[in-house]
T-cell receptor, first 117, second 115 residues
Framework: DTGVSQDPRHKITKRGQNVTFRCDPI?????LYWYRQTLGQGPEFLTY????????KSRLLSDRFSAERPKGSFSTLEIQRTEQGDSAMYLC???????????????FGSGTRLTVV | AQTVTQSQPEMSVQEAETVTLSCTYD???????LFWYKQPPSRQMILVIR??????QNATENRFSVNFQKAAKSFSLKISDSQLGDAAMYFC????????????FGKGTKLSVKP
């Protein structure tokens, strides 16, 4: 297992365009999280999946944002009608091997850097 | 709600010296875990060390150790024998034991290591 993979690493888009990011978690992990990180800040929680079910969404996740995790494997995060304020690093993390607990912590991907111009 | 506060935006240490990064948190829960994550310039977050709230003994991982003061809700990270590769952003984080596992992060401390 090569860890958590995110694609693309960088994305530059024009305001108003739609973008989609992909995350491939560690295969044995049940939980998948999306976080957003802006410059000089810590990661902020966006949404969480337990297998294929999206169980929690942050207030930060406006109706322009949608996330899926079909079949409980990879996940996608789509932003519609992008705005300049969406420029940030989008981090994916997975957690909870079978028999594990919250003490396991996260394994993070390298992130997708989004720039909206 | 849980909050995590890192009051030192930047810290600097001389190579081979020791540095301590501060973190305080606020929670009403009794079952929780605390973490320090490192984010090098390549941006992938790496788990440095973890602590269970019910354990009084401070966690240690090689050159990294914590000073966990539960009553004061303080969770500082000590890096001994600092190396150039320790230069990174360091984030303190917490999670409730019985929660869905959503980590709450502090704003981070940027650590510079001088040769």
């Amino acid at each position: 297992d090569t860890g958590v993979s995110q694609d693309p690493r960088h994305k530059i888009t024009k305001r108003g365009q739609n973008v989609t990011f992909r995350c491939d978690p560690i295969s044995e992990h049940n939980r998948l999280y999306w976080y957003r990180q802006t410059l000089g800040q810590g990661p902020e929680f966006l949404t969480y999946f337990q297998n294929e079910a999206q169980l929690e969404k942050s207030r930060l996740l406006s109706d322009r944002f949608s996330a899926e995790r079909p079949k409980g494997s990879f996940s996608t995060l789509e932003i519609q009608r992008t705005e300049q304020g969406d420029s940030a690093m989008y981090l994916c993390a997975s957690s909870l091997r079978p028999g594990g607990s919250n003490l396991d912590g996260y394994t993070f991907g390298s992130g997708t850097r989004l720039t909206v111009v | 709600a849980q909050t995590v506060t890192q009051s030192q935006p930047e810290m600097s240490v001389q190579e081979a010296e020791t540095v301590t990064l501060s973190c305080t948190y606020d929670t009403s829960e009794s079952d929780y875990y605390l973490f320090w994550y490192k984010q090098p310039p390549s941006r992938q977050m790496i788990l440095v060390i973890r602590q269970e709230a019910y354990k009084q003994q401070n966690a240690t991982e090689n050159r990294f150790s914590v000073n966990f003061q539960k009553a004061a809700k303080s969770f500082s990270l000590k890096i001994s024998d600092s190396q150039l590769g320790d230069a990174a952003m360091y984030f303190c984080a917490s999670v409730y034991g019985g929660s869905q596992g959503n980590l709450i992060f502090g704003k981070g401390t940027k650590l510079s290591v001088k040769p």
